[in-house]
């Protein structure tokens, strides 16, 4: 029945969790939110998501936020060292080529800015996929369901025979909608394979 398997890339294939990141950076609640509200969180990081604008345009709005509320400082750490937080799972990039091997087509499709994309192909996801869509080439961010259609229409794909897989609930629910089977990655890569299994994915 499904003969496609669709990824999030931050979050599934890659290790991305921003406020653990901030909150052991500067081990005050007060200042993780507010830093986060700034960089992560900011509308300005989905424009760099989108490719709406370059990352010297993203860091220094982002800087010019921070000066209004007084933590240049902070933001500037954050922007300098957040980077460090992207570890490839090797378990992932396994279970992908495992796939691969038992037929089955996969892909990406990730909110990201583009030298971040390129960071993480060059740490090891070059060549993994069969092909994917980023929100910074189609400049649509996730959960808006063109950027699902666009890679559905740029490799011929039928929702009905797709799997998507995302650690956002939101992401999910789109993918859902649009007709994909779909998984919120929470947990293990282990948790991950049996919930394939229910979708009949065996990969023994």
Known sequence: MYKNVIFDLGGVMVDFAPKDFLLERFCNTAVEEKVYRLTFGSKTWQQLDAGLCTRSEGNHAMLTAAQAEHCVFEVQEVL?????????????VELVRRLKNHGYCVYYLSNI??????????????????GGVASCHVHINKPDPRIYKCLLDQYGLNASECIFIDD????????????MNSIQMKDS????????????????
């Open 80 to 92: 300098e060292n957040w980077t460090s937080i992207l570890h490839l799972r090797r378990r992932m």
């Open 113 to 130: 800015p583009e030298d971040t994309l390129n960071l993480l192909m060059s740490r090891g996801l070059e060549g993994v996929f069969d």
């Open 168 to 179: 956002s609930r939101a992401n999910v629910q789109t993918a859902f909608q649009l007709g």
């Open 189 to 204: 890569v282990d948790t991950l394979v049996r919930s394939l299994a229910t979708c009949n994915v065996t990969l023994r």
